[in-house]
């Protein structure tokens, strides 16, 4: 049997840091990810990282408690506001760090790291590298990785996580180019697998982003976190949804609606386009719904008046995408541009350590909810979160290897494994030889619309009713699945849906923790609960899953400095 003393599921910026940190403090680390880790989706990160440096002449006496409180005001003051702390208190000995392991962020005319505005933030504190912050930061955490000869198994999958007695002891995982099931022990398991997007339609997301590290813990009896909250972008491409960077607002760019108007005047006079996302979607989407959007539903980006020099130093990628994707060159025309689904706020329920309530099994990321984010994180925190947290995820797992708190020995954790094990066989046998009727592609897609449309942007009792109904009838419906392809070796339509089961449950609880919170707070609103409710809501929902789906139960936010106030932009 496999066995490392940590175990690091995620090659993303999260999966990795954590690795490095496990492996610095003494642990012997492996890192296992179903696709190349530079293949993750942090490489596609664009618009930035935020971190109080104060290297902006506009934002010199910037600090750490003013990016804490932009974050916890952001957040709809859902966000517990120690961990805020943290994460903005190590942001800028993270950036330097990764500055010095050479990444290339772009420069100020006195050679510091150049720092952009970005939305909800009271100063210009954005670190970027061009716009594509994310392929900078993931290959030189991968070259970090790589020189210290730590152990990667590339397109290897998690199926299931294997949990006895509140104790984690490894994972059973799907080798994908032989189709082989193996057991891995650890003494402390890591996760940092990213998020869900994929469960919504019109998501910028990665297609591998599917939530399925969140699914297997939820499935091994890991609470969720705040799964209600869905960060939708405000601009995303129309047509395929690929995302425009906020950078392009924070350089300067425009919303305007048919009318040629920029509307965001109506909705936030002060922020305008640099309004935290929730509010900006929702006001993209209210012109669309008014009638002053552009037919088929989408407004314009205008980047036209910052000039072709500028487009080209600091928006270069964007202008690519939206010549390829859409025959629109922005240096002369502006951006077809519609909301899409982006980020979750919620996930696997964790402490500032990444720690979980199964001992041995932490989580660090986007896959985890800490929370730092609350009910809408900021843009530019979450390339943060996964380098403040995944060192914290690191440092814990190596002290929980090193101070022998396990107090197992290898035969029990074998005997767990082999278990484990028998379970995933009979599982991913199933799906392999599953002939029935429903075609699993057409159930995913209906999952993605139903959720968009019924637990989306704006939300309502009726439609979410519904749509919770139609995530039942589509767990019903996985049981009757066929698939085409039956080999072993590198089969995608098997490896997708082995997954697809986990992608519904999160659905559920997705559903169940918005028809639950009757109020509007950030990324969550409601049309029949249009206020924010701090008597019966300023609390964070936990998901558990129970035979009947998943069970609610409720924990105060933490608040330490900033007692809730309206949220005006
Ligand atoms: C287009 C786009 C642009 C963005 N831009 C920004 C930005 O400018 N600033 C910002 O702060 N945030 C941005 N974000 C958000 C941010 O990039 C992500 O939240 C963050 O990178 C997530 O990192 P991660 O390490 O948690 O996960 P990921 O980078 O998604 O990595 C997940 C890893 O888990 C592995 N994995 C998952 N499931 C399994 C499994 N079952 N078995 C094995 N391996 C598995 C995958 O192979 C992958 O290696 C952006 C997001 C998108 C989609």
Known sequence: MIYHEVLVVGGGLAGLRAAIEAHDAGCEVGVLSRVHPVRSHSVAAQGGVNAALGNHPDARDDNPEKHAFDTVKGSDYLADQDAVEILTGEAPARIYEMEHWGCPFSRTEEGRIAQRPFGGAGSPRCCYAADKTGHALLHTMFEQTLRRGIKVYEEWQVVSLAVADGRCYGVVALDLKTGRLEAVRAAAVIFGTGGAGRIYARSTNNIINTGSGMAIAYMAGVPLKDMEFIQFHPTSLFGNNVLMTEGARGEGGHLLNALGERFMEKYAPKAMELAPRDIVARAIQTEIDEGRGFPGGYVHLDLTHLGAERIMERLPAIRDIAINFTGVDPIHEPIPIQPGQHYFMGGIDTDADGATEVAGFFAAGECACVSVHGANRLGGNSLLETMVFGRRAGAAAARFVKDGADGVGAEKA????????????????????????????????????????????????????????????????????????????????????????????????????????RESRGSHFRTDYRERDDRDFLKHTIARLTEDGPELEYRPVTITKWEPKARTY
């Open 414 to 517: 074998e005997k767990v494994l082999t278990a484990a094990m028998a379970e995933a066989t009979r599982r991913v046998t199933w799906v392999l030889e599953a002939d029935g009727p429903e075609d699993p592609a057409a159930l995913r897609d209906e999952l993605r619309e139903n959720m968009f449309t019924n637990i989306g942007l704006f939300r309502e009792e009726g439609a979410m009713k519904a749509g919770l109904d139609k995530v039942r009838e589509l767990r019903e419906r996985f049981r009757r699945i066929g698939i085409r392809h039956r080999g072993r070796r590198y089969n995608l339509d098997w490896a997708r849906n082995l997954e697809l089961e986990g992608m519904i449950l999160v659905a559920e609880a997705i559903a169940a923790g918005a028809l639950a919170r």
